[in-house]
């Protein structure tokens, strides 16, 4: 073996799959928005989910996590079939964030994330207005777990600020925090880094990675490519609705299709005159006659400009 291949690093190791989406199809009466669309995550994954606007990946995020059925197609959660049902959705382990931020405004910060935790309390509603002794347990568990998830995100701080009165980068942050509040397998981020500026976005990046390093699997739409590329294991890039490619960041990044679905074809009249100006560049102009001296012949190019 050469000495080459044993500097390679060795390929990132997966667990068994959690997310599996088969064949899912999703139409709004004739329009057809989601088309035959099939996705694997594994354990401690992160898939970046990518595509020009318009393409179906927030539409293919709501018919993961119960908000739409589909109209073809199933798709599994841990070997299940999940029902179209968000609150079964997130009992079963599956959380997500959505693109444009939904919090609280008037809640605190912790009372945000505590939200999170009610799928998994079972203090019934009598005992909750008694404020019973199950009751008083379950809340003081919600209310630490919620700081711990502030200070894992980095707002432990701004556990008493009203959501409200954050910034946008906090606001995105708490959003996911919350999210983790679920107890989820798999999270779902859409666009978490929209609005941010590169120092935010590079914090959300090192929070992504501290949340797969917690065992998640994380599934990320997003359009600012530079960021996908350098974050996910894999990579599924949607079209019109459908697959156009799947794979590792350098073999999306490198396909010619994603790049003509992000900033266009030409058609053929454009392409012949691009040619016919580029061989015309390259021809010998013709000698012409030697014209009179002038003014205008003893500038530069840059004073002509």
Known sequence: MSTQTLQQPAP????APVLEASGVVMRF?????????????????????????????TTFFNCLTGMYKPTEG????????????????????????????RLFGNMTALENVMVGRYCRTNALAFTSIIRGPKYHREEAESRRIAQELLDFVGLG?????????????????????????????????????????????????????????????????????RFIFSLCDRVHCLVRGETLIEGSPH???????????????????????????????????PTAPTAPASPASDLTKEDRA
């Open 157 to 225: 701080h701004t556990s008493e600020h009203l959501a409200r009165n954050l910034p946008y980068g906090d606001q995105r942050r708490l959003e996911i925090a919350r999210a983790l509040a679920t107890d989820p397998k798999l999270i779902l981020l859409d666009e978490p880094t929209a609005g941010m500026n590169p120092k935010e976005t590079e914090q959300a990046k090192d929070l992504i990675f501290r949340i797969r390093d917690k065992g998640l699997a994380v599934v990320v739409i997003e359009h600012d490519m």
């Open 74 to 101: 199933e798709v599994k959660f841990q070997g299940a079939v999940l029902p179209p049902k968000p609150r079964a959705v997130v009992k079963a382990g599956m959380a997500r964030t959505f693109q444009n931020i």
């Open 251 to 285: 073999e999306v990044q490198s396909d010619h299709r994603v790049i003509e679905a992000y900033i266009g074809q030409p058609d053929e009249d454009e392409e012949e005159l691009v040619a016919e100006a580029h061989a015309h560049d390259h021809e010998t102009p």
């Open 12 to 15: 990132p190791k997966f667990g």
């Open 29 to 57: 009466g004739g329009l057809t928005a989601v088309n035959n669309v099939n996705l694997t995550v594994r354990e401690g994954e992160i898939m970046g989910l990518i595509g020009p606007n318009g393409a179906g990946k």
